[in-house]
């Protein structure tokens, strides 16, 4: 394998490892599946991102034509998916030739996600008096009341934030953008944040002459905001503190938390998949099991066959 290859499967595998908390063995099989499909790639003489449709497709006619399960086929697909989605959210290519390919098919996994309960217990544990106090509870007020992607929060432009905003201006996947409500604790969080940072990042001037952050959370990494892999490990650190399970949270499941209880407090689907930046319908539709027991209550409580029968 080229070293380009590596180095391009070793970045995407980091990113995933910290917005999705994939299992350690996800994270190998995803790695050892890519380097399957880059060396087979560069033996038609291809760089793996200058690989079109035709060529995923013709990959995966080699593995059915190995004889490898249809699990395996489908798992080989999903990482080259997720690979090229982040290749073009990244610029690495213009577009994401796998977008369009259908695979052998699996089965449909719920996403992870939270209670009210437990989401409220992971902000109060932010809440808790510390060093990073303000930041964490703004941080988590706003992952929870938008249900953004965790690349989009920790890197929002500070300008997003001023004047006390009722809405704010995302910048999501492909540079498309969206505006996503503030709810009254979010906006408070947000308007004790500022405050804090813009004396954290003043203080850093006088001192250093440095020019100051336009990122809301800024930092000292190589991006110059927060990092994802920081993120991951304060969630983490939240979730011990709250006295949940930290190996069912993570930022994406923040984000499944709010679809989740949106559409269960009775959200239009389409609401929640413009808030999400779903660029189709059928990516929030898996949502859609929350509605079962509120379907089945409202024929209960409202149907008057069933309020006969509970009276017979």
Same mark, same amino acid.
């Given at each position: ?20 908390? =994939?299992? +350690?063995?996800?994270? $190998?099989?995803?790695? *050892?599946? %890519?380097?399957? @499909? &880059?060396?087979?790639?560069?033996? !038609? ?25 249809? =699990?395996? +086929?489908?798992?080989? $697909?999903?990482?080259? *998916?997720? %690979?090229?989605? @982040? &290749?073009?959210?990244?610029?690495? !290519? ?17 996403p992870k996600t939270l209670t009210i309960a437990e989401v409220d217990r992971l902000i109060e544990a932010a809440q808790r008096p510390g060093r990073d106090q303000i930041r964490d509870t703004c941080l988590m007020q706003l992952l929870y009341a938008t249900g953004m992607r965790v690349s989009e929060l920790v890197g929002l432009p500070v300008s997003a934030a001023r004047g006390d905003p009722r809405m704010l201006l995302v910048r999501g996947k492909g540079g498309k953008e969206r505006m996503v ?132």
């Open positions: 394998m080229t070293p380009d290859h590596a180095r391009q499967i070793q970045t995407f595998l980091q990113a995933n490892a910290a917005e999705t908390d =994939a299992a +350690r063995n996800t994270q $190998l099989a995803y790695a *050892r599946d %890519l380097t399957d @499909f &880059a060396g087979w790639v560069e033996t !038609r003489g291809r760089e793996m991102m200058q690989a079109e449709r035709a060529d995923i497709e013709d990959y995966l006619v080699a593995c059915d034509a190995q004889g490898l399960s249809r =699990a395996t +086929r489908a798992r080989r $697909l999903s990482a080259i *998916r997720q %690979l090229y989605r @982040f &290749a073009f959210e990244e610029n690495w !290519r213009a577009d994401n030739p796998a977008l369009q390919i259908k695979g052998p098919g699996k089965d449909k996994r719920l409500p503030l709810s009254p604790p979010a906006r408070s969080a947000l308007a004790d944040w500022l405050t804090r940072r813009d004396a954290m990042v003043q203080a850093q001037n006088q001192k250093t002459g440095a020019p100051p952050s336009w990122f809301l959370f800024p930092s000292h990494s190589r991006e110059g905001h927060l990092t994802r892999h920081r993120f991951y490990a304060m969630i983490k650190t939240l979730a011990v503190a709250g006295g949940i399970d930290p190996g069912r949270v993570t930022p994406h499941t923040l984000r499944h938390a709010f679809a989740t209880h949106l559409l269960a407090g009775g959200a239009d689907l389409r609401a929640i998949q413009t808030m999400l930046g779903h660029a189709d319908i059928s990516t929030t539709e898996i949502y859609t099991h929350v509605l079962e027991d509120r379907l089945r209550d409202l024929v209960l409580d409202h149907h008057p066959l069933a309020r006969r029968r509970g009276t017979a």
